[in-house]
């Protein structure tokens, strides 16, 4: 086994259905995920949901249902949706868990034993929209219209409740943030926290008195967790908290918590002040990526413009949209989304450049030679110009997905894609079976070889259609090594391999009706 590598997505409210934000953070963790295991990586991915809070209470009141009881069934509507999207997760947390209530009483009382706790009365602004606490002058508009910064109504609360000294962790945040420049990623994300940090932290309210739902503080009747101390305590659930001799605990620190841009400043401000507090050690990178928009629309229930991503995997497939998010979207970035962009790119790039590469040469091959791999015939020196680019292409993509830049990392796959559709076109093998069988046999051996390369690289973000390629090749390694076995075909000849007629792993989309 390798190192270790633990990743987690944020964990969602499940106060209504998923939506495509949700599975394009799910899809491009499961694609980072992927990527790891396949680099021979010890890898953890956590993703799940967060059901505790006065969102989640109001959601059920209005719905006439008991929180607990709506809780479990919205959450099991995310967990579908993982499913749907071959979201390879090792732990489907949810936050009403007996274990993640036992791991965040272990890190309330060691910020208790910090000294980092104590009571007082909370006066303030409160968004149960975000879930928030605002300070009066971050707030925009008068009066009734007071609103947070991310436009969300804010109410006046005023409880008992228990404070974290936030304030006393400005200088350990800073020095964290300018020791650690990839704490916080990307860099204009990073830039916004610290500005926010250098302009003054208050002192957190951490519980609440109001409401019951939510983790009991320890020895504090009456008082349940503010929840997102309970919701970022569900990183450490994952990993055994507090038992050192856990399974998993050899997974912390997490290597990456992927976010969504609006939640920045619990992941990169208060998280590492619990934990520096109880003496934890830190996650190595947050990374806020990006929001999606409809059509460059925020997506909200009253545009109407909020899609099931169940209902977009079924029209248009699992790896079309994983592909399309991935590959559309800088990742980071804000990007958007539209039935026709999404037919456009996948027809292309996943459906023209590279399943139809697969499909003309296996199944001329298959056709042509009863489907045996071709001895390596007549080399030239075009043959061995194909194989290094897509060697580098290969590589870009490995270096883009370590990085975490996935789109960049698609592009260079991309690259080596289009080299091959360039060779069959100059090559023309098609032609040469009548006139020069020994070059044909060179450039169909060529064409299986970078296919199968490509293939192993673009697993991780279509991993149907580039596994059913493997299949069709019978290429059964497919970590990143494999991809530089230069031995493969030829043992592969040797053994006798014989191709099945194959289908086509990525097949053209057509644009719904309703959205043509
Ligand atoms: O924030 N595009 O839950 P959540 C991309 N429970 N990503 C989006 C998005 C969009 N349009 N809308 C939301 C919460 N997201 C908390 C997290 S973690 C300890 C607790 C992202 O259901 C959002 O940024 O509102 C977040 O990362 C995730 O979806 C869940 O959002």
């Not at 104590?118 to 508009?141: H, I, N």
């Amino acid at each position: 086994m390798g190192d270790p590598f633990y990743i987690s997505t944020a964990i969602s409210y499940p106060n209504g259905r998923p939506h495509i934000g949700h599975a394009y953070e799910a899809i491009a963790a499961d694609a980072i995920a992927r990527f790891q295991r396949q680099a021979g990586r010890d890898v953890y991915f956590q993703t799940g949901t967060d059901e505790h809070g006065l969102k989640m209470v109001q959601t059920a009141r209005a719905q006439g249902r008991p929180v607990a009881e709506y809780a479990a069934e919205m959450s099991s509507h995310f967990r579908t949706m993982c499913d749907a999207l071959s979201i390879s997760y090792d732990r489907f947390i949810q936050t009403t868990a007996p274990d993640h209530h036992a791991a965040s009483g272990a890190l309330w009382e060691r910020m208790a034993a910090a000294g980092d706790l104590y009571l007082d009365r909370y006066e303030g602004w409160y968004s149960v929209r975000d879930e928030a606490f605002y300070d009066e002058k971050e707030l925009v508009g008068q009066g009734d219209d007071r609103r947070s910064p991310q436009g969300t109504p804010v109410e006046w609360t005023a409880e008992e409740t228990w404070f974290f000294r936030l304030s006393k962790y400005q200088q350990p945040l800073l020095d964290l943030y300018a020791a650690n420049p990839d704490f916080i990623r990307p860099e204009s994300r990073r830039n916004e926290v610290m500005r926010f940090v250098e302009g003054g932290l208050s002192d957190l309210s951490v519980s609440r008195t109001s409401f019951d739902w939510g983790v009991p503080v320890p020895g504090s009747p009456g008082h349940v967790m503010y929840v997102w101390v309970d919701a970022l305590t569900n990183y450490l659930t994952g990993t055994g908290f507090p038992d050192p001799q856990a399974a998993n605990a050899r997974f912390w620190p997490a290597d990456l918590h992927l976010i969504g841009k609006d939640i920045v400043r619990f992941h990169a401000v208060y998280w590492p002040a619990f934990l520096l507090s109880a003496g934890v050690p830190l996650p190595k990178t947050v990374f806020g990526h990006g929001f999606l928009l409809s059509r460059g629309e925020k997506m909200s229930k009253s545009l109407g413009n909020v899609v099931d991503p169940g209902d977009l995997a079924q029209a248009f497939g699992v790896d079309a949209l994983r592909y399309f998010l991935l590959r559309e979207v800088s990742f980071g970035q804000d990007g958007s989304y539209s039935a026709e962009a999404i037919v456009t790119r996948v027809n292309a790039e996943l459906a023209n450049a590279f399943g139809n590469l697969a499909q003309r040469t296996l199944s001329f091959i298959a056709k042509n030679l009863g489907g045996a791999l071709p001895d390596r015939g007549r080399a030239d020196e075009a043959d061995g110009m194909l194989i290094e680019e897509v060697v580098v292409a290969c590589a870009g993509m490995k270096q883009g997905f370590g990085d975490l830049m996935l789109s960049h990392g698609i592009e260079a796959w991309l690259r080596g894609v289009y080299a091959c559709n360039q060779y069959i076109d100059v090559q023309a093998p098609w032609s040469l079976r009548k006139t020069d069988p020994d070059r044909m046999n060179a450039v169909l051996g060529t064409l299986v070889r970078a296919i199968r390369m490509l293939a192993i690289a673009i697993l991780p973000v279509v991993p149907h259609g580039a596994g059913a390629i493997l299949d069709q090749l019978g290429a059964d390694t497919r970590d990143h090594a494999a991809v530089d076995d230069d031995g493969w075909y030829d043992r592969q000849v040797a053994a006798g391999f014989t191709l099945a007629t194959p289908t086509p792993a990525f097949p053209r989309l057509e644009l719904p009706a309703e959205a043509a």
